[in-house]
């Protein structure tokens, strides 16, 4: 694998070059339009295809899942197809499945293209990633990196919302997955001019398919007990409780059948032997949950409660867009220009999120776009200087042999936080506003004076406007109700926002320890390591030593 990707580097030019980087991150923005469009278009296309709420949950759950095992199938293979070919082939399917997508209302049909959506879209970013890696040389990773990033970070998180939302407004949902189909074109087009050698011959790694079953099976439990979880009221229900189990059964089935392998195994895991990508992959835990817990927290704030429209809520975002992109490649420009070491900008990511989480703590129920803005382009500020210090980070040290399996795992990671982030702030809004509520309502009674100023009231304002005494009693009593469910919510959500916040105060100096921990394993393994490569050669002499006698006396 590590010879085809250099031979297409030593044939390229320049311009082909830019060709290929501009091919590799539209690729990642068709991943990001489709992974991201049932954030914003889930009512539009529950009534289309008059679908209940769980069976609408299997064309998040099918996408999910099978993004996760694109995740784990993509590097091996790029050790069976040339990389540009797999990262061609799986964006013209991402936007063939999108294209046919956008012409049915059939929901089993749905979920089928969801699978190979997702499938595809693991494919691609992990192929696209890899060969940024491995065709370009290491002092050109923070910019080229900081490009990646705004495909498969910036555009889902920001860019993507902000055009659903204005198509579910002024057109329909099917218009989002045809906007997938010329940006596919465009990026197999491109990828496809790339003059690029033929792969040379390398290792052939087998599959295999027993630890391939294990792994997408526990990934499956996975996903759908984090997606639906909460809906079900976690292990209350029989259904959660066994498909844990089931996950969690395959798991360990899968790293036993991996450790007693005879040859290489599914994935290689050789990459856990460098501190840096070990600490990285940690992190990715903590770093996906404040990305995709923010994200669903800012736009579900702004249309429950603010009652923003579809387009309102995604332009919410687009401005804090412009500020990660900036932040990417200052970040870019610090490490590759000035030396600066990534972890050097770690902290300053994880304090800007954790103030931008806590200034969002203090939203009501009468905050605009302008008062959540300075903390939501704070947010961008802190998601630029960590998420490129985390990759950089990861694979910096990595050679070809293991990069791409390291890519997957690290994909996996993320996603795996950002599923585990949203399904805890799921159950924890939901848990809140029903405790709220209780709260709020045992001082709302008959007795209490503000309640009875506050009917009487509104009671008085539906009269005036002409309303009779016994519907402006009832009509008052309503709105009191309604007033203190929207406050419940309002509680429940800063709540969360305070939640995000707190995980790295908690995270933060547990990631310490880890790196600490770390460091001082990795120094310890040197130790030995040089101990035993000293004592080498004097063995060999004294065993030499020993012989010579014998030699003499024959």
Not at 97 to 117: E, I
Not at 228 to 257: K, Y
Not at 260 to 287: K, Y
Not at 435 to 444: Q, T
């Amino acid at each position: 694998m590590t010879s085809a990707v250099v031979a297409l580097r030593s044939r390229a030019e320049p311009a082909a070059g830019l060709l290929l980087i501009i091919g590799i991150v539209l690729a990642a923005l068709t991943e990001a339009i489709a992974g991201t469009i049932l954030s914003l278009g889930r009512g539009d296309i529950i009534g289309d295809t008059y679908a209940t709420p769980d069976e609408f949950a299997w064309l998040d759950v099918g996408y999910t899942a099978f993004k996760l095992i694109g995740f784990i199938a993509a590097p091996w293979l790029m050790t069976r197809i040339n990389p540009r070919s797999l990262i061609t082939g799986a964006t013209l399917l991402m936007g063939a499945a999108c294209g046919w997508a956008a012409l049915t209302a059939r929901l089993d049909l749905l979920v089928a293209l969801r699978v190979l959506q997702g499938l595809s879209g693991g494919i691609l970013l992990v192929t696209g990633q890899a060969l940024l890696f491995l065709a370009y040389p290491r002092s050109l990773q923070p910019i080229l990196q900081a490009l990646f990033a705004i495909g498969s970070v910036v555009a889902p998180g920001t860019i993507a919302p902000a055009l659903q939302g204005w198509l579910l407004d002024t057109h329909s949902w099917t218009w989002i997955f045809f906007t997938v189909v010329p940006v596919a074109l465009a990026a197999a087009g491109l990828l496809l001019m790339v003059d690029a050698a033929p792969p040379a011959k390398v290792a052939l790694r087998p599959f295999d398919w027993i630890g391939f079953s294990l792994m997408s099976i526990a990934l499956f439990c996975f996903t759908y007990v984090l997606s639906q979880g909460n809906r079900w009221d976690w292990f209350a229900e029989p259904r959660i409780l066994w498909l844990t189990v089931s996950g969690a059964t395959s798991l360990l089935a899968f790293l036993g059948h991996q450790a007693m392998a005879n040859g290489p195994g599914l994935l290689d895991g050789t990459a856990f032997r460098s501190e840096d990508f070990t600490f990285a992959f940690i992190v990715s835990f903590v770093a996906g949950a404040a990305l995709f817990g923010s994200a669903f927290l800012i736009p579900s704030f702004a249309v429950s409660v603010l009652a923003f429209t579809p387009t309102d809520a995604g332009l919410l975002l687009l401005p804090s867009s412009a500020l990660f992109v900036a932040t990417l490649f200052l970040a870019a420009f610090l490490m590759q220009a000035r030396r600066v070491p990534p972890f050097a900008t770690v902290p300053f990511g994880i304090l800007m999120i954790m103030a931008a989480m806590w200034m969002l703590s203090g939203s009501t129920s009468e905050s605009g776009a302008d008062d959540m803005m300075n903390a939501i382009l704070l947010r961008g500020f802190g998601l630029g200087f960590l998420f490129l210090s985390i990759t950089l980070i990861a694979f910096g040290n990595l050679t070809g042999n293991n990069l791409a399996f390291a890519i997957g795992l690290f994909n996996s990671g993320r996603q795996l936080g950002g599923l585990l982030g949203v399904a805890g702030l799921q159950t924890l809004i939901d848990h809140n506003v029903t405790a709220n509520a209780a709260v709020l309502g045992s001082h709302v009674t008959p007795g209490s004076p503000a309640s009875a100023e506050r009917l009487a009231n509104t009671t008085a304002m539906l009269l005036a406007r002409g309303m009779d005494a016994g519907a402006a009693s009832r009509a008052a009593l309503s709105l009191l109700g309604r007033a203190v469910a929207g406050q419940s919510t309002v509680i429940a959500f800063d709540t969360a926002f305070n939640a995000v916040a707190l995980l790295f105060v908690v995270a933060a100096p547990v990631l310490v320890a880890i790196k600490i921990g770390l460091g001082r394993y990795a120094k310890s393994q040197t130790a030995k390591l040089t101990r035993t490569v000293e004592l080498q050669p004097r063995a060999r002499v004294e065993q030499g030593a020993e012989k010579t006698p014998l030699r003499m006396l024959g």
